[in-house]
């Protein structure tokens, strides 16, 4: 399958919690843990469960970026991913800067605005947090 999500991260399902109408399926990837806010009905038709090989899809344009070691503890966004900034390319506009997140060779892309880049003086080598909402992330299986 090709898509044109930059993200498409591979993990283990951890668990699944069925709320109402959507669930939370939290996905595995080393250490780290994304947080997936979809429908009952995808989880069922996906066949998730703990244990089960998955993919957290995000597109690079809903994944924000933030400095410092210290998590994000007033923030309603699930999921703080930190890692190594490995690489930084800027644009005419925008540019995407790549995470290497340390796990099962595993990185994430945000695509920010230049004026980001050079405002949250970021380099490459440096630690910075990817921060997604639950809601954007999109699940998906082999």
């Known amino acids: 399958m090709k898509i044109s999500a930059r993200n498409f991260i591979k993990g283990t399902v951890a668990s699944v919690t069925k709320g109402a109408v959507n669930g939370i399926v939290a996905i595995k990837c080393g250490d780290k843990t994304i947080k997936a806010d979809i429908t009952n009905e995808a989880i069922d038709s996906l066949g998730l469960e703990e ?40 644009g005419a506009v925008n540019g995407h800067v790549t995470l290497d997140l340390g796990c099962a060779e595993a990185s994430i892309k945000a695509s920010i605005t230049n004026e980001a880049i050079k405002d949250l003086g970021l380099k490459v080598g440096d630690t910075a947090t990817a921060i997604i909402k639950s809601t954007d992330v999109m699940v998906a299986i082999d």
């Open 51 to 90: 244990g089960k090989e998955a993919y957290a899809v995000i597109k690079a344009s809903n994944v924000m970026i933030a400095t410092g070691g210290e998590a994000i503890t007033n923030i309603s966004a699930r999921n703080q991913l930190q890692g190594t900034i490995a690489a930084i390319v800027e």
